[in-house]
């Protein structure tokens, strides 16, 4: 899935009691993508400047991704990793955070909705190296539904809040 909708369904999913904790949800939702290819970005502006963004908007090549990039990706799309932090965090705080859930569901949406082509998620790393060959999130399949239940949902939400938020709007 793209950056932009795993924070939004991280925030709508499990950052919902308050601002502090949307933005926290959104946060550990775009963390995987961001401190993988959010480093290639960084690094591509850094070498090339501005030159760099001409070659956006396509997918990049795949070998001329720098080797670091993927042991990134290894750990920051690992269920396995994941559930370590999540445990040692619900162990440190006495109880689950919950808005850290986002990072585990960027990593199950991710699952189906990268194939084989591209970053296939190492969900399992480093127990095993089983991937799924799902389907790309740039598919109108995935992209257009996930658009639409991304804007069913925040409508929802917003229109939810603004009721409870009007005095006597409930009558
Ligand atoms: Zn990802």
């Known amino acids: 899935m793209d950056i932009i909708s795993h924070g939004l369904w991280g925030g709508i999913a499990l950052g919902r009691s308050s601002r502090k904790s949307f933005w926290a949800a959104f946060l550990f939702g775009v963390a995987p993508d961001l401190f993988s290819f959010g480093v290639v970005f960084v690094g591509g502006l ?3 400047g501005f030159e760099f963004f001409r070659g ?8 001329q991704i720098p080797a670091y990039v993927y042991h990134l990706y290894n750990l920051t799309h690992s269920l ?9 965090v619900w162990l440190l705080r006495g109880k689950p955070l919950l808005e850290l859930g986002a990072w585990g569901l960027h990593l199950v949406m991710d ?4 194939s084989s082509a591209f970053f296939p998620t190492p969900f399992l790393w480093p127990l095993s190296n089983a991937r799924f060959n799902g389907l790309p999130w740039v ?5 257009v539904p996930n658009v639409l239940l991304l804007a ?3 409508a929802g939400f917003f229109w939810k809040r603004r009721r409870r938020a009007t005095p006597g709007s409930s009558a």
């Open 80 to 88: 396995v990793v994941f559930c370590l932090v999540f445990g040692v």
């Open 111 to 114: 699952i189906f909705t990268h």
């Open 152 to 154: 069913l949902l925040y």
């Open 139 to 143: 598919d109108p399949l995935i992209f």
């Open 46 to 48: 850094l070498a090339h």
């Open 56 to 63: 956006m908007g396509h997918r990049p090549d795949v070998s």
